[in-house]
Structure formats: C-alpha cells, structure tokens
C-alpha cells in the first residue's frame, strides 16, 4: 500500500529531503493515491501521459520533470511544471526562457561518474554553465541532481553522491541573483539511504513508494 510505504520512507527521510514521488510507470489514480497518502511532490519523465496526470493532481501538487527533456517539447509542458531537474542543456534554457510564463526551479543535471550513457554536464562545465544562465529570467538554478552508476557496490555510489556534494560546496560563491545552488536532487529507490548521508535535500523514489510497475 502506497501509504505504509510513504509513512515508513517519511520517518526514514525525516526533515533532510523532500520525498518525490515518482509516477512514471503509475497511473493517474495511483498518483491520487500517494497524494491522499500526503504526498505533494511528483516526478514525470515522460512527456506522454504527464498531463493527464498534472491535471488529475490538485493544485497544490508540485511537478517536477526529472528525464530528459527535449527542448522542442518544452513549449506543451513547461507552464505545468514547477521542477526540473534535468537541465544540461542552452537549447532548452533558451526554450524555457521563451516559453514559460512563471520562474522555472531547476537542477543542473551533472554526469559525475563520466559514462557516456549519461546525461548531464561535467563538474567541470557546471561553472560556466551557471554563468551563462544568469541572463535568464524565466529560469532559478536551486541545486545540483544527479544519477548514481547502475552498480552494487555502494561505495562507488557513496564516492559519486559525495562529488556532488563537494561541488555544490565549491559553488557557494557564485551565489547571487538567479543562482542558488543550495540543494542536492540525488537517491533512488536503491540507493536514497546512501544518498541521504551525503546530503540530498530531494529524493526520487519510484518503486520503492509506488510498487513495481
Ligand atoms: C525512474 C526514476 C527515478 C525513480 O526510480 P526508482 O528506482 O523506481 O525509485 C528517479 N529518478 C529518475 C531520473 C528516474 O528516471
């Protein structure tokens, strides 16, 4: 039952992190249920099916996009979104910046452990990057996210979890304005225990909350 789920995942989460629940595989009414539960933050990766879900969520529901996101689709979802979290790209700043009527909060998506079946900046890129997106009204850098590597060694993901970490810290100075690089979106249903001792202030659980698809 999503509520023992979400009341079990809430005492383990306490007041660190924000819990997202993530409905990508659910439905509209399974979404409803973990909001009843008292969830309020949902994450959608897909385009299809994602506003039939906003629009059977109440208001006060807050969406976040945690996929990719392709800039030519920002235009038909960016006003019913208040997260994203996937943000690596200008061409979809620019979109946004064009498109939305409100401030997106966004994550800079950064690709820590360098595979290149990732998504998501360099550590290196992500200072130049924040630069850049000081010119965009429609855009508030809130946090870094990442994805841990597909492993089971968790001091792999632990090593990962903590260079993210470290850069955000290292970012402090750039501080002003539109950027405010002050929160972590990282953890899963697998790893958000490890994520959570390096400081995530948003985790993304799917499974784990929702039951398998
Ligand atoms: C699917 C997904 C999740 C949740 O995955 P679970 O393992 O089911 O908890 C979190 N973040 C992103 C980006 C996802 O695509």
């Given at each position: 039952?999503?509520?023992?789920?979400?009341?079990?995942?809430?005492?383990?989460?306490?007041?660190?992190?924000?819990?997202?629940?993530?409905?990508?595989?659910?439905?509209?009414e399974d979404a409803l249920a973990a909001y009843d539960a008292?969830?309020?933050?949902?994450?959608?990766?897909?385009?299809?099916?994602?506003?039939?879900?906003?629009?059977?969520?109440?208001?006060?529901?807050?969406?976040?996009?945690?996929?990719?996101?392709?800039?030519?689709?920002?235009?038909?979802?960016?006003?019913?979104?208040?997260?994203?979290?996937?943000?690596?790209?200008?061409?979809?700043?620019?979109?946004?910046?064009?498109?939305?009527?409100?401030?997106?909060?966004?994550?800079?998506?950064?690709?820590?452990?360098?595979?290149?079946?990732?998504h998501g900046l360099s550590p290196e890129e992500v200072p130049?990057?924040?630069?850049?997106?000081?010119?965009?009204?429609?855009?508030?850098?809130?946090?870094?996210?990442?994805?841990?590597?597909?492993?089971?060694?968790?001091?792999?993901?632990?090593?990962?979890f903590e260079q993210l970490r470290i850069l955000k810290d290292?970012?402090?100075?750039?501080?002003?304005?539109?950027?405010?690089?002050?929160?972590?979106?990282?953890?899963?249903?697998?790893?958000?225990?490890?994520?959570?001792?390096?400081?995530?202030?948003?985790?993304?659980?799917?499974?784990?909350?929702?039951?398998?698809?």
């Amino acid at each position: 039952m999503i509520r023992d789920s979400y009341e079990k995942l809430k005492q383990e989460i306490g007041d660190q992190a924000k819990l997202i629940a993530v409905t990508k595989y659910h439905s509209a009414e399974d979404a409803l249920a973990a909001y009843d539960a008292g969830v309020r933050h949902f994450g959608e990766n897909r385009i299809e099916g994602f506003l039939e879900k906003r629009e059977a969520l109440p208001e006060d529901a807050e969406v976040h996009f945690i996929g990719t996101l392709q800039s030519r689709k920002v235009k038909d979802i960016i006003d019913h979104l208040n997260y994203v979290h996937s943000l690596d790209r200008m061409s979809v700043a620019k979109k946004i910046e064009q498109y939305s009527s409100h401030t997106v909060k966004c994550f800079i998506q950064v690709n820590v452990s360098g595979e290149s079946s990732k998504h998501g900046l360099s550590p290196e890129e992500v200072p130049g990057f924040l630069d850049d997106m000081r010119a965009y009204s429609r855009i508030r850098i809130i946090g870094l996210m990442t994805m841990a590597p597909h492993t089971e060694d968790e001091a792999e993901i632990a090593w990962v979890f903590e260079q993210l970490r470290i850069l955000k810290d290292s970012l402090k100075e750039k501080n002003s304005g539109n950027i405010q690089v002050e929160e972590l979106s990282m953890g899963m249903s697998n790893d958000y225990h490890v994520a959570l001792r390096h400081g995530a202030t948003y985790v993304r659980i799917g499974s784990k909350l929702m039951g398998s698809r």
